[in-house]
Structures are given as C-alpha cells and as structure tokens.
C-alpha cells in the first residue's frame, strides 16, 4: 500500500468532507471516518465523490437500521417539519395580502373562474385545519418540554415561537406607521409586478423586506422548538402524538400550499382584468417556494410517522 | 440502453467473497475485489454495502485504534455466502454442460 500524494490526500480530504456532508449524522458518526481514510488510500477522484453523494440518498431514504433511532428520528422529523411548515405559513401570508389586492376590479371576473375560487376555498380550509392540526400536536409536547426545562437557554427555545412573531408584528406595524403612503388604486389593465400593487402602501422595497424579516421570523420561531427538542429529547406519547399531528399538519398545510399555486396560476391565465397578475417573476418564486417546503414537509412527516410506528418485522 | 447480464457481480456478494479469506478493511476490500473478480467497487457503493451487511449481521466491525476498521464474515454471513455460492455454482455447471453439448465449447 502506497503512501498517497499530499496533492491527492488533500483532493481526498475535500471530496469526502464535501460528499460525507450529505450523509445523515448516524451514518457520517459510524463511517464517516472509515471513508475518509479509503479515499485517502485509494485516491479520491470525481467517480469516488459522485459515487459517496449518489448514494448518500438511500442513506437518507432507508437509514440502516443498526443506525436507525427511532425516537431521534421522530424528534429530527419534528423539527424539519416544523421548520418547512413556519415557511410554508409565511408564504401563505404573503399570497393571501398578494391575492387581497384584486378587490372589487376581480370580483365579476373570479366569478367567471371557479378554479380561483375553489383554490381560494380549499387554501382558506387546508390553512385551518393546519393550523389546529399544530395546536392539537404541538401544544402537550411543547407543555411537557416547557416543564422539563430547567436552564433558561431551553426555556427561551420555547418562547421563541410566542416572541419572536410578536416582535415582528410590532416591526410591522411600526414600517406601516413609519412609511405607508397613500395606497395606489389597483387600476385595470395596469401591467406593473403585483408587489408593487400590492404593497399595502409601503411600497415594494417595504414590502420585500418585510417578506423577508417574516419569513426569517418564522424559521426562527421554528427552529426555537426544534432546538429544544435536541437539548430536552422527549420521548413518549407525546412525541408519538406530535408526530401523527405534524403528517396531518404537513399534508393540510401543503395542500394549502398547492391550492395557493394553483389560484395564483389561474390569476396568471385568467384575470384579464388585473395586468399585475400577468407579471411572472412573483410566481417563478412563489411557486418553487412552496412546492420545495411542502415536499419537505410531507417527506419529513411521513418519515417521523414511519419512526413512531414501525413496520413489523417479518 | 445496454443489457446488464453481470448481475452475479452483485457488490454484497462481492464483499461477503472477500472477507471469506479473513478481516479486511475498507480499501483493501476494495483491492482484493479488484485483483481477485476483477471489478472496481467505488468508495459510495463499498460503503452502502458494508452498512447494508452489517445492519442484516452478515458482517461486523472489529476493534481498531486505527480509523481503518476492519470486518470480518459472521457466521450468518457465511451462510448465506454459502447459498449464494450454491445457486451460482448451480447455474454455472448448467450453463457450461449446455454450452459443452450445444456450442461444442471446451471451457476455459
């Protein structure tokens, strides 16, 4: 056996740190160092580092179960479950004040388009059924952490989702104090992007940044919880209870979701009336947006579910 | 698209073989398949095999001060090797016999 080149150890060393980062944490923990040290040996090339990420998803996918905790996965869905789910609710505000602004100019025209208005009724269901969906999953366990907190950097985990949107409702209403000018009469026909219609009187730069400091305050809010899950690590019923509620909160909310891109498509292709709509460059973002949260959503429920009820075993 | 027929080069298979001679680490897993069978097994693919056969006990780690881990076969994973090697052995026997009678082939 060779000593390797320090020119092709060092190519090794990136290669693996860089393909070993796409493997779950169990698996990287149990055989990270084992790859590093073969690629080392045998000469890390592009066909060593293709082949480490290609097979980095059914490491994902079907976790060896040797590697596989139950109760650590259930706990790791929760959290990127609740993460997807905050930025899936952030931009379900957004397209709701987005959709608002049609007003009266859309109404005759949206009654000549059922497939809006059905999209607007299943978002307006979906949202709420998630939303109780949260309450009824998320509220005993967060209970049962809260009890079981005992430094004040836990118990300030579990606040986060209580202040930090508080904050942020109090920033916004202070730029809408600050900085709203007369709101634009939505004027038919007229072809400008629908955020610089729909801006609620901040003006688009306003809005923007406040899309992104409420969407940035919503994956704070989540990622408080989802901390609080890795230092308390509960187990139980109530984790089991989360789990469940988080696939029913996950699927609700990515309907939602897809209902919210399916009205914002139909204004796209049939609000003659209302030339914002027409501008594609709100829709070329929202839409991959929500479709790549809500997949997250959904993968990530259903594998917490599949931990907190395991198949039998033949 | 072309036909794969080289399925009896399964990499599980491959690996199970090759720690049939005794421990071995990941690379000189990989060394030995490629010298003895004559297929190159990338680092991704040795390393999902070996978390596969390890998660169903057919192979387990030994202690090590070194991060070269070795493995070596269980007793199940020599079983099992041993009913893999029958159903191959099996076919090759039929396939050399036809081919003997049919194609006049001598063997190799």
Known sequence: M???????????????????????????????????????????????????????????????????????????????????????????????????????????????????????????????????????????????????????????????????????????????????????????????????????????????????????????????????????????????????AAVVAAVTMGLAGVASVAAAVGLYLWAPAYAGYHVAWPLAVYLPAVLLAASVAVVSAVRGIRAADPPAVA | MRDRLDRWADPPLLVLASLAEGPKHGYAITQDIADTMVVSLSAGTLYAVISRLESRGLIEPLESDDRRRPYRLTAAGARELAEQSERMNQVASVAQQRLRVNYGWAGA
């Open chain 1, 2 to 244: 060779s000593a390797p080149r320090p020119s092709r150890a060092r190519v090794a060393g990136v290669l693996a740190r860089a393909a070993l980062g796409l493997y779950p944490p169990a698996w990287r923990a149990r055989y990270g160092d084992e790859v590093r040290a073969l690629l080392e040996d045998s000469g890390a090339g592009a066909r060593a580092g293709a082949s480490l990420a290609w097979h980095a998803v059914p490491a994902w996918a079907c976790p060896p179960r040797h590697l596989y905790d139950r109760r650590g996965r259930m706990r790791a869905s929760l959290a990127t479950v609740g993460m997807a789910w905050a930025l899936l609710a952030g931009l379900a505000a957004v397209f709701v004040q987005l959709a608002q602004a049609q007003g009266q100019v859309q109404a005759a025209t949206l009654a000549r388009h059922p497939a809006i208005t059905w999209s607007y009724w299943a978002f307006d269901a979906c949202l709420i059924f998630s939303v109780l969906a949260v309450a009824a999953g998320g509220a005993p366990l967060w209970l049962v952490m809260l009890r079981r907190a005992r430094h004040r950097r836990e118990v300030a985990c579990l606040l986060v989702p209580a202040v930090v949107p508080a904050g942020y409702l109090v920033v916004s209403v202070a730029v809408f104090a600050l900085f709203r000018g007369p709101v634009r009469p939505v004027v038919p026909w007229e072809s400008r992007s629908v955020v610089d219609l729909a801006n609620g009187g901040v003006g688009p730069r306003w809005f923007l940044a406040l899309v992104i400091l409420g969407l940035a305050a919503a994956a704070v809010s989540a990622a408080g919880p989802g901390q609080a899950l890795r230092r308390l690590r509960p187990n139980g019923p109530v984790v089991v209870l989360a789990a469940r």
